[in-house]
């Protein structure tokens, strides 16, 4: 899909009423290092079950076209797992990457570096987004299952960060506000043996999450002309709101 037009027949319908703001146990329930890893590695195992990250990467290859190295930030980037998809991505394609984790939970740091080979050469760092030095350029910054975190207010202003800090652009991954997925985690959940964060706060996110006119509603609250935004839809029910700046005149 290009631009923001409305969703084409392929997208399903009947989205659920506006987003909830109900809090999901990850965001405020303290636990030990360990048992986050746990929760981290379930929900890694649904990412990729769910061919969650797809979207990023198609998007990035073409992101990468005409480019041999990129600075890539990933905010919230929980288990560390979309930078080391990214990482070996970038090895396929033979792309030299700076590979820069953002999160705002210090454990977050600590568990997505035990679980990621150095050799993958990526930096996890703990900070609020928003004091992100504007003297410290990317070229790209990602995120997955992140704006759904996000109260209203704060999503324009999420997005204004971004289109000023990323020089080639940016990518949110996220999920569709729909009854189908919401339903299908519900039972999924009650028979799988995942974390109870997972079991909780997958329905949660669902409900959490966006509809087509809800980003476009973002996108135009942020300052941001339609046309230089793409919304496509992704099976099973994820959105991907990817921005490409055009290219530098050549001197």
């Known amino acids: 899909m290009t631009g923001l037009s409305p969703p084409g027949p392929s997208v399903p319908t009947l989205s659920l009423p506006g ?27 649904v990412n990729r079950a769910s061919l969650g990250y797809r979207p990023t990467l198609r998007w990035l290859d073409r992101a990468a076209r005409g480019r041999t190295h990129l600075t890539i930030l990933d905010v919230g980037f929980g288990g560390g797992d ?4 990214v990482a070996r991505w970038a090895r396929r394609r033979r792309k030299t990457v700076t590979l820069i984790g953002l999160d705002i939970n210090p454990a977050a740091a600590r568990v997505a570096a035990a ?12 900070a609020d987004l928003f004091d992100w030095p504007a003297d410290r350029p990317v070229d790209i910054i990602l995120n997955a299952l992140f704006a759904h975190h996000l109260a209203d207010a704060d999503l324009p202003r999420f997005l204004h960060w971004m289109e000023e800090r990323a ?15 919401e339903w299908g985690l519900r039972i999924l959940f009650a028979i799988l043996p995942v974390h109870r964060f997972v079991r909780h706060d997958g329905p949660v996110s669902v409900r959490r999450a966006f509809s087509a006119a809800d980003l476009r509603a973002v996108v135009a609250a942020a300052g941001l002309e339609p046309g230089a935004v793409t919304l496509r839809w992704w099976f099973p ?4 709101l990817g921005r490409l700046k055009p290219a530098p005149p050549r001197p």
């Open 19 to 45: 987003r909830i703001q109900a809090d999901e146990l990850m965001d405020i329930e303290e636990v030990t290092d360990a048992d986050l890893a746990r929760c981290l590695r379930d929900l890694e195992r």
């Open 82 to 85: 979309m930078l080391r998809q």
């Open 115 to 126: 679980a990621t080979d150095t050799g993958l050469g990526i930096a996890f760092e703990t």
């Open 167 to 181: 020089r080639v652009g940016w990518f949110v991954n996220d999920l569709h506000r729909h009854w189908i997925p």
């Open 237 to 240: 029910f994820r959105w991907g």
